[in-house]
Each structure stands twice: as structure tokens, then as C-alpha cells.
């Protein structure tokens, strides 16, 4: 169920929505319905030091927060919304690249990391 490389390139302070989409491997790739499976859902990114990320999140977005929305024929999609005070605050003004990760916890409580990537966040000199 994990995809790797689920890359962005975003701006820094520009409101974006980066959407995942979620199969079932188990069955055939089939739409994944987060709704139904995945009361919980997590969106977090941390900063990458080499080849390593650091472990703490330097934010989070959940489902609860209404940060992420659940869409599609199978309610597959899961869509984590940035604004920009998120990533261009004078406070968090993050550029350059960044770990991310998409976690959903089931009905039974497991975590499971259904999505990872890198952000790339760059300067925006108009709103700097």
C-alpha cells in the first residue's frame, strides 16, 4: 500500500493542496476507501539532514483538523491542504527539501505509512 517518491515542488507561502491517491494492494489495486478504513489520518513533514530525515515533524495536518479532505469515486483520495502560513511565515519560512509522509490509523488502531515523498519548497521573492 506504501508509494514512495510521492514528490512536490510548492512555493514558499502559497496555499496548495497535495492529493494521495490510496489502492488496496491486497485486492487488486483496488480503491482504498479511507472513509470506511481510516478514521484517523495524518500528513507530516520533517526535514531531511543527508540521506536521513529527522524524526520530529516540524507540523502536522490530520483528518480531525478538517486539514485533510477524503474525495473520489471510492473515497480513495486523500487531499492535505497548505496554506501559507504554513511554509511562509517570517516564523516558518521554510525552503528547500523536505520528508514527508501520509499516515492512516484503522479501526484497530495500526498505523499504517501509506505515502512518502520529498517537498521541495522555494524561495518566492514576490512575498518575500
Not at 59 to 76: Q, R
Not at 77 to 84: C, F, N, Q, R, Y
Not at 95 to 120: Q, R
Request: no cysteine; proline share 3%.
Amino acid at each position: 500500500m506504501v508509494k514512495v517518491d510521492q514528490n512536490h515542488t510548492i512555493y514558499a507561502g502559497n496555499k496548495v493542496t497535495l492529493q494521495y491517491t490510496v489502492v488496496d494492494e491486497d485486492n487488486g489495486d483496488a480503491p482504498f476507501d479511507l472513509t470506511a478504513n481510516a478514521p484517523i489520518i495524518r500528513w507530516a513533514m520533517s526535514r531531511i539532514s543527508g540521506s536521513n530525515y529527522l524524526t520530529a515533524p516540524l507540523f502536522e495536518k490530520t483528518l480531525a483538523a478538517g486539514d485533510i479532505v477524503v474525495s473520489g469515486a471510492g473515497n480513495e483520495i486523500a487531499s492535505v491542504t497548505l496554506v501559507g502560513a504554513d511554509t511562509g511565515t517570517p516564523a516558518n519560512n521554510y525552503v528547500g527539501d523536505f520528508y514527508t509522509e501520509l499516515e492512516l490509523v484503522d479501526g484497530a488502531g495500526e498505523s499504517i505509512v501509506v505515502a512518502t515523498g520529498t517537498l521541495t519548497i522555494r524561495s518566492n521573492v514576490v512575498n518575500a
